[in-house]
């Protein structure tokens, strides 16, 4: 669906706002609750295990040994990337920002690349592949 809808909301935003303020709420109660050391920090300040929901039963990474698992990350590490700065061009704001521009693009690549060969990763449902 593209486009304006007629009523002016998509149907993916429907009761967006009312979730964010119940998640606000929700963080305040939380706050005003005792710790385990009697002090007014929040009882559940420190979040539970990640617990990782596989589409796929039959994973491969579920199957793989401690050491497999350390190689597959050490192979998908990305490589180190240089700003390829020329000390012959004048420097400049513009000169900067188009390096920074470049290099944080590069970056951005490496990143998805990594995560696509870390075991398992594929594994994920896309919403948390994305977040």
């Not at 700003?83 to 513009?94: L, M, T």
């Amino acid at each position: 669906e593209v486009g304006m809808m007629k009523g002016g909301i998509r149907k993916d935003r429907r009761g967006g706002r009312m979730l964010k303020h119940k998640r606000q709420r929700d963080d305040l109660e939380g706050r005003s609750e005792m710790g385990p050391s009697g002090d007014m920090r929040a009882a559940n300040l420190w979040p539970s295990p990640l617990v990782i929901k596989h589409t796929k039963k039959n994973s491969p990474a579920l199957s793989l040994t401690a050491d497999q698992m350390v190689s597959a990350l050490l192979d998908a590490e990305p490589p180190l990337i240089y700003s390829e700065y020329d000390p012959s061009r004048p420097f400049s704001e513009a000169s900067m920002m188009g390096l920074l521009t470049n290099l944080a693009d590069r970056e951005l690549v490496h990143m998805i690349n990594w995560a696509k060969r870390v075991p398992g990763f594929g594994d994920l449902n896309l919403h948390d592949q994305v977040h």
